[in-house]
Each structure stands twice: as structure tokens, then as C-alpha cells.
């Protein structure tokens, strides 16, 4: 069983849509927890990054992390084309030494 | 402010050669993590540096080595190439090593192993 499990799809909408992007964790010790955004062929661009368990708002975009049912999402209000992209989720515990253990990343695709 | 820079873009070796990539950091940062995403993977965790020494590997073997410079870029070197080592080579930097930075990626290498 991977640490991280995240649901590959590919994930189709149509634009304007709400989007809920999910993974859960095995691993009890993760304390921060973070989404990034990788457009095809470039590296990942860090969205979201919250500490324990909560909700962050930052715009269209909305992270929870349950810590008690082992479970982080990305809400992503008014989709929009230009999110059309593969979400990772990220997670770690303090004192990792960088070590970020990653999701496998979901495929979104938003249709105008 | 510039951000993180990997070189080369591109990179097609043979099974058996070595290879060097370069990355330097974004400005004020002093720790660089190198990662390896598998087509359609997520990234994994090779090694950071932090002031010129290793602070943490992941499950890599011993081929897979690095070095950080006073300035603080580095570079990932892999020696014996396999055909599995094909993927996209990633670079991140952070302002300091403890865990629970920020980590900002370059948009990396891909290296072809034939």
C-alpha cells in the first residue's frame, strides 16, 4: 500500500464547474500538507500548503485536511480551461529533510 | 527575484553512461532537494543538500549522487544508466532545511535512457 493514494483519473468538467480533488495518507506522523499544479512537460507549482488539520481558502481554490480520517482535499470553485492540469498532493512531517512523499496526481481537464 | 533554473532541458544518454544535471537555486534559498518523476508518477525524493552536505535520501542507490557549492546550486549526478532512470529530473529549493518549508521546483530535466 502506497503511503498516498490519489486517484489518477483523467477528471473531465465543464467549465464553470466545482472541482474536488482528493487523497488520502497512511501515515498519522504528516503534519503539512500541500497541493501543487504541473502543467504538462514543467515542473509543479506549489498551490495550496496547510499545517495540521483545517481549512485554507485562497482565491477559487479551497484545501481541507481531516487529519482524523487520514483524508486532504482541493476545491476548485468557477473552473476555468486554463486549469486544466495534473494535481499532486504532497504531504510530510516535520524534520523529513525535504523529503516530500507525493501523491500519483489527478488529470484534470476543464472544458469550455 | 529569479526562480529555479535546471539545465539541460533535455537529455538522451545510452544504458551504461553517466550523466551530470545542473540546478540553481531560487534567490536566497540555501537548500536544494532533487526528485524523479516517473511518466505518469508522481515525484520521488532522491536527496537534499544543505550547505554543501547531503541532509536526507530517499530510496535511491549509491549511483545517484549529488553535490551542493557555496553558492548554492547543485548538481545530480547518475552514473550507470539504466533504462528505468528515464524520467523527469526535479529540482527544488527551499529557504532552509527543517522540514516544514516551502519547496519551490525548476521545471526539470528529461532524461532519456535508450
Known amino acids: 500500500q502506497k503511503e498516498v493514494e490519489q486517484d489518477p483519473g483523467p477528471l473531465s468538467v465543464p467549465e464553470g464547474a466545482i472541482v474536488s480533488l482528493n487523497c488520502t495518507y497512511s501515515?498519522?506522523?504528516?503534519?503539512?500538507f500541500m497541493w501543487y499544479r504541473q502543467y504538462s512537460r514543467k515542473g509543479p507549482e506549489l498551490l495550496m500548503y496547510t499545517y495540521s488539520s483545517g481549512n485554507k481558502e485562497d482565491g477559487r481554490f479551497t484545501a481541507q485536511v481531516d487529519k482524523s480520517s487520514k483524508y486532504i482535499s482541493l476545491f476548485i470553485r468557477d473552473s476555468q480551461p486554463s486549469d486544466s492540469a495534473t494535481y499532486l498532493c504532497a504531504m510530510t512531517s516535520y524534520n523529513q529533510g525535504g523529503k516530500l512523499i507525493f501523491g500519483q496526481g489527478t488529470e484534470l481537464s476543464v472544458k469550455p | 527575484e529569479t526562480g529555479v533554473t535546471q539545465s539541460p532541458t533535455h537529455l538522451i544518454k545510452t544504458r551504461g553512461q553517466q550523466v551530470t544535471l545542473r540546478c540553481s537555486s531560487q534567490?536566497?534559498?540555501?537548500?536544494v532537494s532533487w526528485y524523479q518523476q516517473a511518466l505518469g508518477q508522481g515525484p520521488q525524493f532522491i536527496f537534499q543538500y544543505y550547505r554543501e552536505e547531503e541532509n536526507g535520501r530517499g530510496n535511491f542507490p549509491p549511483r545517484f549522487s549529488g553535490l551542493q557549492f557555496p553558492n548554492y546550486s547543485s548538481e545530480l549526478n547518475v552514473n550507470a544508466l539504466e533504462l528505468d532512470d528515464s524520467a523527469l529530473y526535479l529540482c527544488?529549493?527551499?529557504?532552509?532545511?527543517?522540514?516544514?518549508?516551502?519547496?519551490?521546483f525548476g521545471s526539470g530535466t528529461q532524461l532519456s535512457v535508450l
Open positions: 501515515n498519522s506522523a504528516f503534519q503539512y
Open positions: 534567490s536566497g534559498h540555501n537548500t
Open positions: 527544488a529549493s527551499s529557504i532552509d532545511r527543517g522540514g516544514n518549508e516551502k519547496l519551490f
